[in-house]
Structure formats: C-alpha cells, structure tokens
C-alpha cells in the first residue's frame, strides 16, 4: 500500500484504504476476503514530521487447535506511525513506530507494516469455541459433531510403553 507524501503532508482525516490482500508480503497468514480495510489521518507535527492514525480491519480464516476445523475471524488493528525525514537527526521518541523517508520520495510503501500488524494480531492457538471438545485421543473424531463410545481406562497413558525402556546409569 503506498501513500503519497504529498497527501501526508497537505494532512487528511478518515481516508479509506481497500487493500488486496495479494499486494502485501506473505508473513503466514491465510485471508478470507481479497481485501484489507484501513482507515487513516494524516497530520503534520513540525515541518518534516508527520502523524499517521488510524485502524486495519482483516477477515482471516484459522484452523482450530483443538479440533482442526477451519473458521472465521475479524482482526481490528491500531496503526499509528511517526514518519519523520531520514536526512534530520534520529528524534528517539519512546512508544513510537517511525517510518524514516527521504523528503525527495513521492511516496512510501507500509505494506510490510501492514502485513507485521495482521500476523501479530493473530491468536498463537486460535479456538473456534471456547467450548471446543476437540478431537477424540482414540478414535479421533471431533467430538463437537458426535459423541464417541471410547473409553479411557484408568492407567491408560499415551506415554506408558517409555517407562518400560531400560535407562542406562553412567
């Protein structure tokens, strides 16, 4: 998604960007629509620093964890980005993501951004249901749809067969 900054320089408030999920690097992430909605302002801070706010919205297609269905997500992001001239001197300022630019480019790409915004936005062990049953541990069916008749003997355990191994003692 490249930005003009002519347009970041003139500032602009609430402008709509429909992204296709196509144009942004790969970091992972499987899409459930060809676009990515971003809502951005712009505003100017001092002459070569500028202000962009705004909010990403994706639709994303996980697998669950538990019991491998496939299901649908909505991820609603923050952006909010300091673009500041690469030439001034680096003004460290905490809390802050900075998009250096050099003052001659017409405008600048934040798709990698967007991308990095999307993927850590995603659950590390994404459930369909909080509910989730999961899948049977001897059958393996998903005991969201059918009940299975397997029983778990006591002592069963998946891990008994290595307390048989022999260890050797150094």
Known sequence: MKIKLSDIKSGFKNKFFDI???SI???????????INCTLSASVLERNRFKLKGEIEAAIL???VRC???FNSKVTSAINFLVVDKLNDHIKIKGEEIIEILN???EFDISAMVADIV???NPIKPLCDNEC????NICGINKNEISCDCK???????WENLKKLETKKY
Request: charge should be negative; glycine fraction near 10%.
């Open 119 to 121: 993927e850590l936005e």
């Open 133 to 136: 049953l999961g899948l049977c």
């Open 68 to 70: 491998l269905k496939l």
């Open 104 to 106: 001659s480019d017409d």
């Open 62 to 64: 996980h697998e669950c």
């Open 25 to 35: 690097p790969k970091r992972g992430t499987t899409f459930n629509s060809d676009n």
């Open 20 to 22: 296709p999920t196509d």
């Open 152 to 158: 778990i003997e006591k002592g069963y355990g998946l």
